[in-house]
C-alpha cells in the first residue's frame, strides 16, 4: 500500500511558474462550497488549477445515482477533457472549502502545451500520476476491506506521503461523501470513524485531524 501515496503536488511544484507564463485568457478567482465551479453537461471550454483548497468531482448515472470519483487540492489540474476534445462537462466540480482557482481559456492551454516543451513536460508527468492514482484506487475498491480505504483515502485527503508538508486538519467533509468514495455505506464510515478516533488516529471537533498513525491501517495486512 506505500505505493498508493503519489507525490503528484511535488511533480508539479511549478506549476504556478509555468503558469505566470501563459499569455491569454486566464483569470484568477475565488470559489466557495454553496455554487458548483462546472457542472455535468456544460460546455468544456477551459481547464483549471487550484491554487489553494479542495474540490469535489462527482458524476451522475442516468438513474440519478452521484458518484464521488476524486478530491483534489492546491497544485491539481482538473477540466482537462476539454483538451482530449470532449465538448460538454463529464463530470461536475465543487468546492468543498473555499478556492482560489486560475482558469485557463482551452485553446490557450492548447497553445502554452505546444509552445511551452517545459510546460508541456510538467503537465504531462502530472497527467500519468493522475492516471496511476486512479488505477490504485480502482484495486483499493476491489481488494481491500472498506476500513482500509477509507483509512487511504483520509490520508490522501491530509497529503500525507507528498513532499510538501500535509495538512494535519482537512476540509470539511461529512460521512455520506467518505461513504461514496470508498464505496460502502454511511454507517459502516461511522463506525470506523469512532475506531480510528478512540485509537488516537484521528481527532474532530467541528474539523477533522488527521495523524499520521493511520498509516498503521493502510499497512497492515
Do not use: W
Not at 9 to 38: P, Y
Not at 106 to 125: E, Q
Not at 151 to 156: H, I, K, M, S, V
Amino acid at each position: 500500500m506505500k505505493g498508493t501515496m503519489v507525490k503528484t503536488k511535488a511533480q508539479i511544484a511549478n506549476g504556478q511558474e509555468f503558469l505566470a507564463k501563459i499569455n491569454g485568457d486566464k483569470t484568477i478567482s475565488k470559489c466557495t462550497s454553496k455554487k458548483a465551479i462546472f457542472s455535468q453537461g456544460d460546455e468544456a471550454d477551459s481547464i483549471f488549477y487550484i491554487e489553494k483548497g479542495k474540490v469535489k468531482i462527482t458524476v451522475v448515472s442516468t438513474v440519478g445515482k452521484e458518484a464521488v470519483i476524486a478530491i483534489l487540492g492546491a497544485g491539481d489540474f482538473f477540466g482537462e477533457g476539454c483538451l482530449a476534445g470532449q465538448p460538454r462537462r463529464m463530470a461536475t466540480a465543487t468546492p468543498l472549502e473555499e478556492c482560489t482557482l486560475v482558469r485557463i481559456n482551452k485553446a490557450v492551454m492548447v497553445r502554452a502545451l505546444r509552445d511551452d516543451p517545459a510546460f508541456s513536460s510538467v503537465f504531462l508527468t502530472y497527467m500519468l500520476s493522475r492516471n496511476i492514482r486512479m488505477e490504485e484506487d480502482l484495486v483499493d475498491q476491489l481488494f481491500n476491506s472498506s476500513e482500509k480505504r477509507l483509512a487511504r483515502t483520509l490520508l490522501l485527503l491530509a497529503s500525507f506521503g507528498k513532499e510538501s508538508k500535509p495538512d494535519l486538519v482537512i476540509a470539511k467533509i461529512s460521512q455520506e461523501t467518505l461513504a461514496e468514495m470508498i464505496g460502502t455505506t454511511r454507517s459502516r464510515v461511522s463506525f470506523f470513524m469512532n475506531k480510528f478516533r478512540k485509537l488516537g488516529f484521528i481527532k474532530y471537533n467541528g474539523h477533522l485531524e488527521v495523524h499520521s498513525s493511520l498509516l498503521s491501517v493502510v499497512l497492515h495486512d
